[in-house]
């Protein structure tokens, strides 16, 4: 059964509030009436309320008063006043002042009722938006990320220091470390924080549309541009813009994003002239910046403009106290996309070998662990026998790259091509990644140790 809202009613003429009072018993509030406004005010400052109705005239603490005091952020305790016909302006006054709605005495038991209604439901409408910002707020902070190993607390201290800062910063780490949730939660913790937060992967999209969806294009710009698009920087502006795997960004793209940050300023594609832009640009990537400006494909210019302060991310088996947490962190997301598991936790031989293996997936790997033994484990703790075959039998023992010979290097690079391959689930895309070869390369050394 859904809890009654409660109701004061208060008037000096206690007779009309509680005719009004019991009317709204009948309609199902939990109504009462008081003929005294102190009362009503001690109600209303120890929180008892959920609606106030209130003479706007009485003696010693008038309805203005009880109106200024419902209005506490902590209260939120919407108000109707009641006034006679001559008092107009006072009850105009009240809604000035936060009252939600005023009725003209007399009035219909009817007309009361349509405007409670109404203030209780945007009541209602606010405390779940409250409690929408607070939830993305603690996910977009600080207190969002699980980190209680040194290695992450030495990462969270920085962020702490540069967060309120609109400096540009470089976040570097291995795939799948938790790159963009460091990144989320600088912007949470910023004075951007209201503002948006847009992402971008510079490897997901060819020059051309990446420049577009950068700084946007008009009508007509390029074959396909159909309609005008303002562009991510845009969509960002006043909160902050992502650049994920910047590393992979052509030469070319390069040179305009130097432009942007140094005149904060973006030409959309197809147009000659340039609009002022108010974003925080942050980049991530799990390259080498310096070792690709060494052979070309990386603007020395750039990285000292990115660079400003840098945040190097650890891999998992460097934080490895904090994998309890992130399982129960993992456990629950996982739940709540599939309400429909049994699994509420993992028994303690299970959380042993997930503390144990190395996670060359690092973080993102190991949610993704997490939530098969959610979807695929029968009681209400997974066991061994729910972990993947790599993860359950630990096959993590020393590269097998040599056997005690002496090797050509082109062999060794084969032989540990092909460890890093099983190591990885068989997932060439993250193990050019983690080698940080093209796929055409890595296919080419597997094939080749195949053959031997």
């Known amino acids: 059964m859904a ?44 929180g008892e309320l959920d609606l ?36 107009i302006d006072s009850a105009v006054e009240s809604i000035r002042r936060g009252a939600y709605h005023y009725l003209t005495k007399p009035f219909k038991l009817d007309e009361l009722v349509v405007f409670l209604e ?48 609109d400096a540009p910063m470089l976040i570097t780490g291995e795939t799948g470390s938790g790159k963009g949730a460091i990144a989320r939660a600088i912007h949470g913790e910023s004075p951007r924080a209201r503002g948006p937060f847009v992402v971008v992967n510079c490897a997901a999209l060819p020059e051309p549309l990446l420049e577009s969806e950068l700084f946007g294009h008009v009508k007509g710009a390029f074959t396909g541009a159909t309609a005008d698009r303002p562009g991510l920087f845009a969509e960002a502006e006043g909160g902050t813009l992502l650049l994920d795997e910047i590393g992979e960004m052509s030469a070319a793209l390069q040179a ?70 992130l399982v129960d962190r993992f456990l629950g997301e996982a739940r709540g996309r599939h309400p429909g598991s049994s699994v509420i936790g993992v028994t303690r031989d299970t959380l042993k070998r997930l503390c144990e293996y190395p996670w060359p997936g690092n973080v993102r790997e190991l949610a993704h662990v997490v939530e098969r033994c959610v979807l695929l484990a029968d009681g209400q703790e997974a066991t061994p026998q729910d972990l993947p075959p ?37 997932q060439k895309s993250r193990t050019a990644d983690r080698l ?7 296919n080419r050394w597997l094939a080749l140790e195949d053959e031997n």
């Open 256 to 325: 305009k994003l130097l432009h942007v940050l140094e005149s904060r300023r973006i030409r959309p594609v197809g147009t000659s002239g340039e609009r002022a832009i108010d974003v925080r640009v942050l980049a991530a990537t799990h390259r080498d910046l310096r070792r690709r400006i060494h052979d070309g494909s990386f603007r020395e210019d750039l990285l000292y403009r990115l660079d400003v302060v840098t945040i190097e991310v650890p891999p998992l088996r460097e934080r490895a106290s904090d994998i309890p947490r």
């Open 436 to 442: 940080d070869v093209d796929i055409k390369t890595l």
């Open 3 to 46: 809890e009654r809202s409660r109701i004061l009613v208060v008037d000096d003429k206690l007779a009309l509030a509680e005719t009004l009072a019991d009317g709204l018993l009948d309609r199902g509030y939990a109504a009462r009436a008081t003929g005294s406004s102190r009362e009503a005010l001690e109600a209303v400052t120890r």
């Open 390 to 426: 790599h993860v359950r039998e630990q096959r993590h023992d020393a590269v097998p790259v040599v056997g005690g010979e002496i090797m050509a290097m082109r062999d060794v690079q084969r032989r540990y091509a092909r460890w890093a391959f099983e190591q990885l689930g068989g």
């Open 118 to 165: 109404r203030a209780l439901a945007e009541r209602t409408l606010r405390r779940e938006a409250a409690a929408l910002r607070e939830a993305v707020r603690e996910q977009f902070s600080i207190a969002g990320l699980v980190g209680a190993s040194p290695a992450m607390q030495r990462v969270l201290a920085v962020v702490a220091r540069v967060a309120r800062t």
């Open 52 to 87: 106030l109705v209130t003479d706007l005239r009485m003696p010693g603490i008038d309805g203005l008063a009880l109106v200024e005091a419902s209005r506490a952020p902590a209260l939120d305790i919407p108000v109707i006043v009641m006034t006679a016909y001559g008092a």
